[in-house]
T-cell receptor
Framework: DQQVKQNSPSLSVQEGRISILNCDYT??????FLWYKKYPAEGPTFLIS?????DKNEDGRFTVFLNKSAKHLSLHIVPSQPGDSAVYFC???????????FGSGTKLNVKP | EAGVAQSPRYKIIEKRQSVAFWCNPI?????LYWYQQILGQGPKLLIQ????????DSQLPKDRFSAERLKGVDSTLKIQPAKLEDSAVYLC???????????????FGAGTRLSVL
């Protein structure tokens, strides 16, 4: 019962261009969404979040968009940098405390 | 501030053997999570503690997996006996208890990579 899906296992982008990572979910009760970034041999680190009362949240080069009617969120990275090359996971929860469900991740490669 | 500490980093065992993983969360974090991440998949929550009480263990295979958080600080996760399908990275994370308006940011350790042969 995969409630959070990242359908693109990998994405390759040129440095300086925009990276768009997508995430879909099935549970309409999800209200909190987070993006994590993971480098090899390290644990995931928090990147940015959004709650269902918003449809957009920005933090520097990173912007997350939420479309509740479509049960879809996306992470935009502008401009992309080689250091952004990592695996990105989206996660969702109903109540910001109990059980976060993670997607399977998208591996981003930013080419110099 | 020290991060989430996990040990060992790697473990190789034969099937039917037992294994234990240890986690020390960030100081002051009341909530502790154990996740299993199988290759190519996202982390799956095994168990969530609030202080030393269990909040959610619905996806913990209780016939072989056990976890404890005595004294509400560090935690151990045990597998006994291990199966081939338990090969995965076991991640520990911790977070503060928080109000409804703050994001529940989980801080992850580097994980323990388990190989069951």
């Amino acid at each position: 019962d995969q409630q959070v899906k990242q359908n693109s296992p990998s994405l390759s982008v040129q440095e300086g261009r925009i990276s768009i990572l997508n995430c879909d979910y099935t549970n309409s009760m999800f209200d909190y969404f987070l993006w994590y970034k993971k480098y090899p041999a390290e644990g995931p680190t928090f990147l940015i979040s959004i709650s269902s009362i918003k449809d957009k949240n920005e933090d520097g080069r990173f912007t997350v968009f939420l479309n509740k009617s479509a049960k879809h969120l996306s992470l935009h990275i502008v401009p992309s940098q080689p250091g952004d090359s990592a695996v990105y996971f989206c996660a969702a929860s109903e109540d910001n405390f109990n059980k976060f469900y993670f997607g399977s991740g998208t591996k981003l490669n930013v080419k110099p | 501030e020290a991060g989430v500490a996990q040990s060992p980093r790697y473990k190789i065992i034969e099937k039917r053997q037992s294994v234990a993983f240890w986690c020390n969360p960030i100081s002051g974090h009341a909530t502790l999570y154990w996740y299993q991440q199988i290759l190519g998949q996202g982390p799956k929550l095994l168990i969530q503690f609030q202080n030393n009480g269990v909040v959610d263990d619905s996806q913990l295979p209780k016939d072989r997996f056990s976890a404890e958080r005595l004294k509400g600080v560090d935690s151990t996760l045990k597998i006994q006996p291990a199966k081939l399908e338990d090969s995965a990275v076991y991640l520990c994370a911790s977070s503060l208890v928080l109000g409804a308006t703050l994001t529940n940011i989980q801080y992850f350790g580097a994980g323990t990579r388990l190989s069951v042969l």
